[in-house]
């Protein structure tokens, strides 16, 4: 089992930035699973945002943060980050850490198997 708890969350001006962090708990986190962060605004479905391979050598963005996300991992502090630049209002929504045992890297919600509880980011204009 792994607990997953996000932070780093809050309300930015448009043009700003943020690092969301991703702490992990639980069984030894290191490089065993592969990380992910999706989002969910307001009457809107759970869509991907990036995605990290388990020993940090391979990643994926939603086309809409590429050249403004950057997922990274620390397996050492079993933590995985966020880091957000040039913040839209459109960013504006609840972030989701998840973590999956298997190998290969996904955008797929439905191939994280744990989830953390969300962290709140409002991006005014």
């Known amino acids: 089992q792994v607990q997953l708890v996000e932070s780093g969350g809050g309300l930015v001006q448009a043009g700003g930035s943020l690092r969301l962090s991703c702490a992990a708990s639980?069984?030894?986190?290191?490089?065993?699973?592969?990380m992910g962060w999706f989002r969910q605004a307001p009457g809107k479905e759970r869509e991907f945002v990036a995605a990290i391979s388990k020993s940090g050598g391979s990643t994926a963005y939603a086309d809409s943060v590429k050249g403004r996300f950057i997922i990274s991992r620390d397996n050492a502090k079993n933590t995985v980050y966020l880091q957000m630049i040039s913040l839209k209002p459109e960013d504006t929504a609840v972030y989701y850490c998840?973590?999956?045992?298997?190998?290969?890297?996904?955008?797929?919600?439905?191939?994280?198997?744990?989830w953390g509880q969300g962290t709140q980011v409002t991006v005014s204009s």
């Open positions: 639980g069984r030894t986190f290191s490089s065993s699973y592969r």
């Open positions: 998840a973590a999956d045992p298997l190998n290969a890297l996904t955008v797929v919600a439905g191939g994280y198997r744990y």
